[in-house]
């Protein structure tokens, strides 16, 4: 009975402590600068690119994305309960899952499929158009009033980022041509939920809102599942899959979709949307350097000139007017 007694209190120790851990990383989120934000989103994001490429070799698309969203919606969920933070009423929780169709939902599964058809650098290169993309429509959608040095850094990370995934331009095949366009739709996706997402930073914390939009991404996600093995489409065996596989998978969700979208949605809630697309042209030098320690890729003296180039407008950007309001 004692050791019963003790077994029950280590555990419930061990639980408060990795509660009060979430708690602490709450705590200090909240008080950290709209830069330091965009630069924790950019390299959430980029080290779990090589992360997905190597579970897509056991797991397909649908199924990496059910087991990352699982694991994300459990992190998420676990810092609200416990952080006591308030839901807003079911208009707006309705309008801001619904903004979930778009990112993680339609823009994951395209970019993921995608993936699993190009290489990671023809991703990342697609992935430039993003910032141009976003300040587009925010232009058009939000008014935002785009500055012309503004414009000019956004040019200027675009090439920085095609020089960092120049190796994979010739190396083009119809199937990458496939990838490649999917992963573009994906980024489409992208920018659009950038636009509807910002509005509804004002009606609800940002925790909560990517917490119901992952939620409803989730249900999609299981849906699109469901069917293909309905169809007899990409058949899954427990069996025959690693635990390493799985494990890439749910660290990958808690670092790329979590923890990725909160910070994400705390720059677009201190920065402008045109801004914060910018911040994210740092994603593909984390890829490329979480590549290089994991997968063994090396740069070549192109992609470090890229990389150079991203730093540099990313520190110019920072010093610009919109990015301090």
């Known amino acids: 009975m004692t050791q019963l007694v003790q077994t029950t209190v280590e555990t419930t120790k061990k639980n408060s402590f990795a509660i009060a851990v979430l708690s602490r990383l709450s705590n200090k989120l909240s008080k950290f600068p709209a830069v330091g934000f965009a630069v924790l989103c950019a390299a959430c994001f980029g080290v779990t690119v090589p992360m997905t490429k190597q579970s897509l070799n056991e797991l397909s698309p649908l199924m990496i994305l059910v087991i990352q969203s699982i694991s994300s919606i459990i992190f998420l969920w676990s810092v609200i309960f416990y952080q006591k933070v308030e839901i807003p009423k079911k208009s707006v929780a309705l309008r801001a899952s619904l903004v979930g169709f778009l990112e993680p939902g339609l823009s994951f599964i395209l970019a993921t499929i995608g993936l699993n058809l190009t290489t990671a650098s023809n991703a990342t290169l697609l992935s430039v158009s993003e910032p141009i993309i976003t300040i587009a429509l925010a232009a058009v959608l939000l008014k935002e009033k785009i500055s012309s040095p503004l414009i000019k850094l956004a040019l200027v990370a675009c090439v920085g980022v095609g020089m960092v995934a120049s190796p994979s331009i010739t190396n083009i095949t119809g199937e990458c041509l496939t990838g490649d366009f999917l992963v573009l739709l994906g980024v489409l996706c992208a920018s659009l939920y950038a636009i509807v997402a910002r509005p509804l930073l004002s009606q609800a914390a940002p925790l909560v809102l990517v917490a119901l939009q992952q939620s409803f991404a989730l249900v999609l ?14 058949a899954f065996n427990f ?9 890439l998978a749910v660290i990958s969700g808690i670092i790329g979709q979590g923890l990725a979208f909160w910070l994400y949605l705390l720059t677009l809630r201190t920065s402008g949307v045109s801004v914060t697309s910018l911040y994210l042209t740092l994603i593909p030098l984390f890829g490329v350097a979480t590549a290089y320690i994991t997968l063994g890729e090396r740069l070549s003296f192109i992609q470090t000139l890229g990389g150079g180039l991203i730093l540099v407008v990313v520190l110019f950007i920072s010093q610009l007017p919109e990015a301090k309001h």
Request: glycine share 8%.
């Open 239 to 247: 069996a025959q899959v690693h635990i390493e596989s799985v494990l």
């Open 221 to 234: 996600f299981v849906l699109l599942l469901g069917v293909s093995q309905f169809w007899g489409q990409n």
